[in-house]
Every structure is written in C-alpha cells, then in structure tokens.
C-alpha cells in the first residue's frame, strides 16, 4: 500500500512552497532561493505522480462501474480492456512512486571533489591515474559541468602520483559517485620493454564539496606549514614559500596543495579539500560506519581490491560491484560513462526498493 497521508501532505507542502516563490525569489535572499529551489525540485515529479495516480484510480472506478452495469457484449469487451490498461497504469505510478519516496541522498545537488592516486605499480599507475583524470575531463564535458583543479603531484613520465579536483553540476554528485574504489587496469606499460601485460591499479575518492556554513573548523586545530612547490624527482619549481600543508590535528587529516604561485591561494584550496573531507567523515559517523570515507572508497589500492577493471586487450570494461562488462573501454576513457553509471545507479534503487519492502 502506498502512504497516501505522506504523498497528500507532500502535495499540500509543494502547493504552499509554490505560492511562496515569487516572495522568495524577490527577497533576494540567494540561499533562501536555492533551499526553494532544491525543494521545488524534490516534491514536483512526487506530485504529479501522485495526481496522475489518483486521476486513474478515479477512472478505474468509473470504468468498473460501467462495466458492471453495461449489457452489451461489445461494449463490454471495450470496458474490460479499459478496467486492463487502468490497472496496467496504476501499477506503473505505484512502481513509480515508491521509488520517487525513497530516501534521497544528503548530498544531491552538490559539488564534487575527486581524488585519484596511483597505487600499485609504480610509474605505470601514476600514468593511469593520469588517464583517469581525461577521462573524467571528457565525462564533465559533455554533462556541461566544470572542472577547476585543486592540487596535484605529477610523476616524472607525465602521469600523477595523486591529482584532486572539483566537478561543478547540479548532477555531479549523482553520477560521479559511483566512481568511488580501485580501478584496475591491464595493459602493456610504455613502461614495459618485453611486451608483456602488467596489471597496476589507482584508487579514486569522490567527495561532497562542503560548504564552509556545513563544517565548523576551529583555527586552532589547525597546524599550517608551508614550503617551497616541488616538481617531479623533487626540484623545486618556485622560489618562494607558497605550497600549503595544513594539518587537521583532532581527525589527523593532511592535506597540501601547491598549483598556485599564490600561498593564499594554495591555501584555500586545501581549506576546501580538508571540509569535505571532514564532511564526509561526519556523515559516515552518523551512519555508524567506523572508517572515513575515502578509506572506505579506496581502500588498500591492492591489485586484488577492485572496483572496476579496464583490460586494453580486449577493449573490455568490467565494474565487479554489478558483474557487468562493456566491451567499449575506447569509448569509456573518450568519457562516455553512462551506461555503466546506469547500471550501478539501477542497482543501487533495486537494493533500497528491496530493503524498503
């Protein structure tokens, strides 16, 4: 049975929120504006899946009524396949609806930082880390987000030994964070003199960007150190102090940021990489999980801890949490990731359905 008291207040609070809107919107208040929004957004599909519900329910009454009273035979057979298709279209909002009521996730709507570290196999994975980096460039590109890069530690073949950045999209976050884990890939290094298949691996953690109204720093857990910028095989390429280490002394969190020329700048930066790495702690606390986030993303960064698979040879990807493969991985790397975030984001409501009933 679907909550009708809940759907009806919903429909209530949208009729209320939608008469209220003009005075929002001219207020000025741009925060006010955006809760709105967002809530606006949330309770309209609710809604007129809940109307559409009803108004068939209402003609499937009016169908069986007729039905029952209807003599002719040929009329008949028309009100039965009427009473069919009402019953087909009540079972599709029901299906509908329910999947609408789910919990949504806290941090829809926002921005996202992504992390990727090249993990096991040397050179070889910082140069995959680098080819990770493209390929979520490509994806962005294409979905009309923004990318802005925060920090970054290339490797001396043109890879990266960690690179962090921020996706800017109101759906960011509702797609890219499947991309959490160990991503492994199978190939013939440049590396590699003898031609032979090495398997290497970088991990990626996707965080929420927090705002600086949602995670409350003390200065004083703060430990900032700062030091001259380095480049690959350690020669510095600045001449003055401004890369950043800030130390997060309750949680021992560390981040460095050293891109910009400008200290404030690095500094900001890693202000920004540090509260989503905080927020996101915190919400796993609330959720009675032991680990931080991006530990429980990454995890070991093993060859044999594994997310998603990307075999060369076979032009072969395979994402190990839904056992599916696509045998499109030059699509893939060119950013086209959307069957294979479909496939996870599918799984993820099936789970929850079946956890909800």
Known sequence: ???RDRLEDLETELEKLESRLPEIYASGDQRATRDAGRRHAELKPVVDAWCDYKRN????????EMLGAETDAEMRDFLRGE????????????????????????NDGRNVIVEIRGAVGGEEANLWAGDLLRMYQRYAEAHGWKVEMLASQPSEMGG???????????????????EAGVHRVQRVPVTESQGRVHTS?????????????AVDIDPNDLEIDVYRSTGPGGQSVNTTDSAVRITHKPSGLVVTCQDEKSQLQN??????ILRSRLLQI???RQQQELSSARRSQVKSGDRSDKSRTYNFKENRVTDHRVGQTWHSLDQVLQGQLDEIVGALATAERAEQLGAAE
Do not use: N, S
Not at 57 to 64: F, G, N, S, Y
Not at 160 to 178: E, Q
């Open 1 to 3: 049975m679907l909550p």
């Open 57 to 64: 329910e209402v003609d499937l009454r009016e169908a069986k």
């Open 83 to 106: 009473v069919g298709d009402k019953e087909h279209a009540l079972a599709d909002l029901e299906a509908r609806l329910r999947e609408l009521l789910l919990p949504r996730d806290p």
């Open 160 to 178: 990266f030994r960690d690179v962090t950045f921020v996706v800017k999209g109101p759906d960011a976050w509702a797609r890219l964070k499947y």
């Open 201 to 213: 691996a970088a991990t990626v953690a996707v965080l929420p960007e927090a705002e600086e109204i």
């Open 267 to 272: 500094k900001e930066k890693a202000m920004r």
């Open 282 to 284: 915190e919400q796993e």
